[in-house]
């Protein structure tokens, strides 16, 4: 199992980005996948969900309506796309799923929001 995050970077207040999680080696259409953050000095926080086939999200209180998970399982890929962004977003972002039992976390991507 393989999770390989990219499109983090540096951001201006207001700003957007779009993540994506390119995953292999299980078969991604059958599989929730998540997104998390870890902020610097905190703990990891559960950020938003997609159930396998998309149908179902959800999300963290700090980030409604402002970002949307979404997947393309033809791909093997998930996406946040952060709008709106505010320096309280800054954080390193993981793309999780939980394969036949066992955790898989990818190596995350850094997101920075400042002015």
């Known amino acids: 199992v393989q999770l390989v995050e990219s499109g983090g970077g540096l951001v201006q207040p207001g700003g957007s980005l779009r993540l994506s999680c390119a995953a292999s080696g299980f078969t991604f259409s059958s599989n929730t996948m998540r997104w998390y953050r870890q902020a610097p000095g905190k703990g990891r926080e559960l950020v938003a969900v997609?159930?396998?086939?998309?149908?179902?999200?959800n999300y963290s209180n700090s980030v409604k309506g402002r970002f949307t998970i979404s997947r393309d399982n033809a791909k093997n890929t998930v996406y946040l796309q952060m709008n709106s962004l505010k320096p309280e977003d800054t954080a390193v972002y993981y793309c999780?799923?939980?394969?036949?039992?066992?955790?898989?976390w990818g190596q995350g991507t850094r997101v920075t929001v400042s002015s």
């Open positions: 999780y799923a939980r394969v036949y039992g066992d955790d898989y």
């Open positions: 997609i159930s396998s086939d998309g149908g179902v999200t």
